[in-house]
């Protein structure tokens, strides 16, 4: 198996656990925080609904630069949960369409993350996307499971059943 095929898989594993928990974000209160530091609910959301976009940004190019006016802006905001799961959808095709372009050499050769040209680290390619799609989706989706306990929404399980799911 090629690492682009590892990753394809794990990517659509992962994306539909991450579907379950977007869609029980509350439509009628998307700008709820648990803390004043806190993004809104529904930002946190598209954040997890944007990640799969470090596969491009990873594999497309040797280097990004935070300090340069190169990157993107975020997308958004996005009004509804539908608007987001949308999002995922598309960047979660985009991500597929980019791992399976390069050959397992590309994954393992050095990428930079810089700031106005000033190098913040140097990493295999493969590495990144662990860190930056697949680790950073883990993480805030385990954020957003906690905004679902405390506004009392039933939270999926995700790597079995949850307490919600008749198992705590």
Request: charged share 25%.
């Amino acid at each position: 198996m090629t690492l682009a095929d590892a990753l394809i898989k794990e990517l659509r594993y992962e994306s539909g656990k991450s579907k379950k928990m977007i869609e029980r974000v509350p439509q009628d209160n998307m700008g709820w925080k648990i803390h004043e530091k806190s993004m809104p609910i529904g930002r946190l959301a598209q954040h997890i609904a944007s990640t799969p976009i470090w596969a491009g940004r990873t594999l497309d190019s040797d280097h990004i630069d935070f300090g340069n006016g190169s990157v993107p802006p975020p997308i958004g905001p996005l009004e509804s949960v539908d608007e987001i799961l949308t999002l995922f959808s598309q960047k979660i095709d985009e991500a597929v369409e980019t791992f399976a372009k390069y050959p397992d050499e590309h994954y393992h050769a050095q990428w930079e993350m810089r700031n106005a040209g000033n190098i913040l680290f140097a990493r295999p390619r493969i590495d990144v996307i662990r860190d930056f799609l697949f680790n950073h989706t883990i993480h805030h989706r385990g954020q957003l499971s906690v905004y679902l306990r405390v506004l009392d929404i039933p939270v999926p399980g995700m790597y079995g059943p949850s307490a919600d799911e008749g198992r705590g």
